[in-house]
């Protein structure tokens, strides 16, 4: 056992059942806060990845997560469990699900959904979750229930969709992510699968249905994508009146300045065919353009919003916050809406009561060159590690626009300059560079730097930039042009590193500038 781990070494739990071992070991960790976040899901300690069982219970968000207590790494997975009343502020639970069962005793209780069913949301009834359950066997769906939302009692009939409901040509060595819903009193579930009968593997998501939640039969395959061989962690919600689906398909060929990462997080707008199971929709477009967005899913608000978080970090490459007994945080939770075939994501609307201390500015023009750093702009006030930042501004004349965050102290000696959110008016892009920020990333695949830059095609209608840009201490979350571009990226920036900077080559006229800190205490 290496130093790094023993801090995750429990006292003594003879006799604990799985899932107590598992809390005790949470409760003996130690994490070094400084790269904490401040209003953003993320665990007390140990490993996170993908969000599951979103879903709103007797009247509070419930957000599980795919969680490995003992070690800031993956590992066998257990079901994580944070609760919200606002989307801001989370308190830890205790964890849901441990791998306590032989049906899941190799990789433990993979990803899966939650569905609340009989009583309504915020009365009686029961939270029943799906989860993939991992043994020797191969990948099964299982399920587990709770009337309190607290603890969970998994199905004595698991598993419940396995090899007998599987279509030919599918193995139990790709069948996993069960996204549950429920229409006209019928219990649907969405699996994600992987075809071995063309030549090479395509990936696909299956559908089944129950009306009793025990008995489940195969319906046909919703959705297939021959360029991944796997289609993981699918979602389905309704969006002004469509089906959206989601999913994130792995290994992804790079198309242009999409699917720049290792894996890719993805939407389609359409109808599902319950009867055939078939999805009838558009063409795939990649849900976020940065760096660190992953396995998205969605729940449906009190008030009717259609609310989507979704893992913020990536597969394949370092995270320097391992060395400090965590990894992994979850996203700003977004408003999804449809404006003809485009999808607008926000942040919601309850992050703007913990706005602090507004600092507002207009009517500023910056203007310099990449030779001449005399153009670069810092306002009074505007700066910060966990922020809001609203800004508007005329690039109509401007060959290209930089807002830098996460900049060192001015006149600090060394080329670090933060994080920099630039529009460049030769390549119609905007762009999200953090190379020159803190702490380097690596790509664990072949050692070198992980691709410092992320791209996404924008021409700013009437030549107005608007950005709106949410700093979380080692976060950054963009939302161009209203959320019709959004682009997410772990920072990890030295400590002081909280400037703000404007710069511009050719004249850009700051419309205004807004600055709030966020406090969620």
């Known amino acids: 056992m290496t130093p790094r781990d023993m801090r995750f070494r429990p006292a003594y739990t003879g006799g604990m059942t799985k899932l107590e071992k598992a809390n005790r070991a949470i409760e003996a960790a130690t994490v070094d806060p400084v790269y904490r976040h401040r209003y953003h899901a993320m665990p007390p300690a140990g490993w996170m990845n993908d ?21 800031p790494r993956w590992g066998k997975m257990h079901w994580g469990h944070s609760v919200s009343r606002d989307f801001v502020r989370w308190e830890d639970w205790p964890i849901a699900l441990a791998p306590d069962k032989r049906y899941e005793s190799f990789l433990g209780c993979f990803s899966g959904s939650a569905l609340v069913v009989g009583g309504g949301a915020s009365g009686g009834g029961e939270l029943k979750l799906m989860y993939t359950a991992v043994s020797a066997f191969g990948q099964r769906q299982c399920a587990a229930a709770s009337t309190d939302g607290r603890t969970f009692v998994k199905d004595d009939a698991n598993p419940l969709i396995g090899a007998r409901q599987l279509p030919r040509g599918r193995s139990l060595l790709n069948f996993r992510d069960p996204k549950l819903f429920e ?7 969405l699996v994600a699968s992987s075809n071995s009968l063309n030549r090479s593997s395509e990936g696909e998501l299956l559908l089944f249905r129950s009306d009793n939640f025990r008995d489940w039969e195969y319906v046909g395959v919703t959705y297939s994508c021959p360029e991944s061989p796997m289609l993981e962690c699918p979602d389905l919600s309704i969006v002004g009146g469509a089906d959206l689906l989601l999913f994130s398909p792995t290994e992804l060929p790079r198309r242009g300045d999409e699917f720049q990462n290792y894996h890719s997080a993805v939407c389609s707008h359409g109808e599902l065919d319950l009867s055939s199971g078939r999805f009838a929709g558009g063409p795939y477009r990649e849900l976020d353009s940065g760096f660190d967005f992953y396995a998205p899913q969605t729940l449906v608000a009190e008030d009717g919003r259609v609310v989507m978080i979704a893992w913020m970090q990536m597969w394949k490459r370092s995270m320097p916050t391992e060395a400090h007994g965590w990894a992994g945080a979850m996203t700003l939770p977004r408003e999804l809406s449809l404006v003809g075939d485009r999808l607008f994501q926000k942040p919601v609307r309850e992050i703007e009561s913990y706005r602090r201390d507004r600092v507002a500015y207009g009517g500023f023009v910056v203007e310099g060159s990449r030779r001449s750093p005399a153009g670069e702009l810092r306002l009074p006030g505007v700066e910060g590690s966990s922020i809001e930042l609203l800004v508007e501004a005329d690039v109509s004349r401007s060959e290209r626009f930089e807002l830098r965050v996460f900049c060192p102290a001015k006149g600090l000696e060394g080329s670090e300059r933060g994080a920099v959110i630039a529009w460049d008016r030769a390549t119609h892009r905007l762009s999200f560079d953090r190379g020159a920020a803190g702490e380097p990333i690596f790509d664990l695949l072949d050692g070198r730097k992980s691709g410092a830059v992320r791209y996404r095609a924008l021409d700013p209608e009437g030549g107005i930039l608007r ?16 959320g019709e571009i959004t682009m997410t990226g772990n920072v990890y920036p030295r400590p002081g590193d909280v400037g703000v900077e404007f710069a511009s080559e050719g004249p850009a006229m700051l419309r205004s500038v807004e600055k709030y800190d966020i406090e969620p205490s």
């Open 183 to 189: 229409r006209e009193g019928i219990f649907y579930c």
């Open 467 to 482: 950005l709106r840009v949410f700093l979380d201490v080692s976060s950054v979350e963009v939302f161009a042009q209203g």
């Open 51 to 71: 969000p599951n069982g979103l879903c709103r219970f007797k009247g509070e968000y419930h957000l599980f997560y795919q969680h490995n207590p003992y070690a």
